[in-house]
């Protein structure tokens, strides 16, 4: 099913047991939950889904199983996070033999790898399937900037369809824009810049707290595409400090203990990352308790 790179894409999370192993339970009913909500794809294996925990055969068993439980209702986008150029293409190439429509491709991980090789390993990658690719910009977290010099390089590259837009610098989307008018789809990849991304002019939204939250989520999101921009407002200012769990690097944990809050999850997590604890796990409850109590009443779309 070809993505179009339009509307709400949850960025869903890997379900885990006590022992860490794969909870596929749970990530099947979030991901119903997502589509019930109205989400337009699904993305997994993404930096909230924990990519770099998980093994080869894991992440293609997370794909089919994604895969099964969408039907085919909506688009389902594997994240290829990498450290070598031979590793992505491997598991490129097997993704796309276990149905995956699409990648969302990070640039190397480890290495902050200059122009000249970013741009080679993502030709590389992209050209070893017929599958569209989402490029993620990032480098607030991964170091690696893909300027607009390099896009018009990426351009040059049909398998290259969209990008995910996680500066966090609000102006580079209308430098984008002018850049490339609509040769790329843009998705907002930055929860609380999600609403001026697209009132700006994203296309869509990569987004971390719906998987606890789709239904509002979908709502700001249509509202916003519909101009009812007062609306859209007023449910993002009661979901912004919700918005802001999805910053910092227990994002991870953030998001899984509002998932779990919500019925939506659990807050087991993979090693190295830990549960939270003790006042941080408070701090992190409270805002998800405060926002529980003051949930709105949705208008219809």
């Not at 960025?11 to 885990?16: D, E, S, W, Y």
């Not at 609509?182 to 609403?195: C, E, M, P």
Request: hydrophobic share 45%; proline share 5%.
């Amino acid at each position: 099913m070809k993505p179009n790179w339009t509307g709400v894409y949850p960025a869903v999370t890997t379900n885990f047991f006590a022992d860490e192993s794969l909870d596929l339970d749970t990530f099947s009913r979030n991901i119903e939950a997502q589509l019930a909500a109205g989400v337009h794809g699904i993305i997994v294996c993404g930096s909230l889904g924990e990519n770099s925990t998980l093994s080869f055969d894991e992440k293609l068993l997370l794909l089919e199983t994604a895969k099964k439980t969408a039907a085919e209702r909506v688009p389902v986008i594997t994240c290829l996070a990498e450290c070598a150029t031979t590793e992505a293409i491997r598991f490129a190439k097997a993704a796309e033999q276990s149905g995956a429509d699409g990648f969302m491709l990070l640039p190397p991980m480890r290495y902050h790898s200059d122009d000249r090789e970013t741009l080679h390993y993502l030709h590389r990658v992209a050209d070893a399937t017929d599958l569209p690719v989402m490029l993620y910009n990032n480098p607030v977290a991964y170091k690696t900037f893909l300027s607009i010099p390099m896009f018009r390089d990426l351009a040059q590259n049909a398998h290259f369809e969209s990008m995910k837009e996680s500066t966090g610098d609000i102006r580079y989307l209308t430098d984008l824009i002018n850049a490339f008018g609509t040769r790329f789809k843009i998705l907002s990849g930055v929860d609380d810049l999600a609403l001026e991304s697209l009132i700006m002019g994203a296309d869509g939204w990569v987004a971390g707290l719906v998987v606890a939250f789709p239904a509002e989520t979908v709502a700001i999101y249509e509202l916003a595409k519909q101009g009812r921009i007062a609306e859209a407002r007023e449910i993002y200012r009661w979901f912004y400090p919700l918005l802001h769990l999805d910053i910092g690097t227990k994002f991870v944990q953030n998001i899984k203990l509002a998932e779990a809050a919500t019925g939506m999850g659990t807050e087991t997590v993979r090693q190295p990352r830990l549960p939270l604890v003790g006042a941080e796990r408070e701090q992190v409850l409270n805002v998800i308790k405060e926002a529980l109590a003051a949930r709105p009443s949705l208008p219809k779309l």
